[in-house]
């Protein structure tokens, strides 16, 4: 079965710090894959995505995170973490388009000062 | 409208009763989504309609929860016989799921078994 792992349940980072979030797929062909954010009290939104070219991808916010197919990962990376970045963020993927959107259990951001 | 809509907000019911939570999808969106939030167990998906296909209703964790899409929108999950397990946070998702397309969420019903 298919499956996504977010080895980290939460991390805390120094304000200015830099930021890496770790995410692994269970599943042999390429996948589409997306980082999620969830601010308390707000709804998901869609960071970034990976379908198929360049394996490096940008999204919003400052976010940005590399597809490694021998690594089957999808890290999400920001340079300079900002107080506002604390929220639960979380990887999705789904096997090929029009499967469904498999999530992870989340990580949780907390920016110190 | 202009985003996922879900229906009500907040429930609390008995447990016993039966439940139903709405979702009203984007206008146009083939594939709708469900999924359970509960406290660090993540997003749980629960059942996927993508246009005229058969349901993928892989993730309904007992016989107990059920969902069906009347005319290619509207979306409406039922809970039977509800169990204080099932208090969550319920959350609803549609995208047109072709190439390089997300998927928009609402902003969740959530249920309180009592």
């Known amino acids: 079965a298919q499956s996504v792992t977010q080895p980290d349940i939460h991390i805390t980072v120094s304000e200015g710090a830099s930021l890496e979030l770790r995410c692994n797929y269970s599943y042999g062909a390429t996948p589409y894959l997306f980082w999620y954010v969830q601010s308390p009290g707000q709804g ?25 197919r021998s690594q089957s990962s999808f890290n999400l990376r920001k340079p300079s973490v900002h107080w506002s970045d604390a929220a639960e963020y979380f990887c999705a993927v789904a096997r090929q388009a029009g499967t469904a959107l498999i999530f992870g259990k989340g990580t949780t951001l907390s920016v110190s000062s | ?49 993508q246009g005229n296909s058969a ?10 929860f059920s969902a069906e899409r009347t005319g290619g929108s509207v979306s409406t ?38």
């Open chain 2, 55 to 64: 349901p993928d209703k892989s993730g309904l964790p007992s016989d107990r």
């Open chain 2, 77 to 114: 999950l039922t809970i039977q016989r509800t169990q204080q397990e099932d208090s969550a946070v319920y959350l609803c998702a549609s995208s047109l799921w072709t190439e390089n397309t997300e998927a928009f969420f609402g902003q969740g019903t959530r249920l309180t078994v009592v």
């Open chain 1, 44 to 68: 998901l939104q869609l960071l970034l995505k990976y379908f198929s070219g360049d394996t490096l991808v940008q999204g919003i916010k400052g976010f940005e995170a590399e597809f490694k």
């Open chain 2, 1 to 49: 409208g202009a985003g996922v809509s879900q229906s009500p907000s907040n429930k609390v019911t008995e447990k016993g009763k039966d439940v139903e939570l709405r979702c009203d999808p984007i206008s146009g969106h083939t594939a709708l989504y469900w999924y359970r939030q509960s406290l660090g167990q993540g997003l749980e998906f629960l059942i996927y309609f």
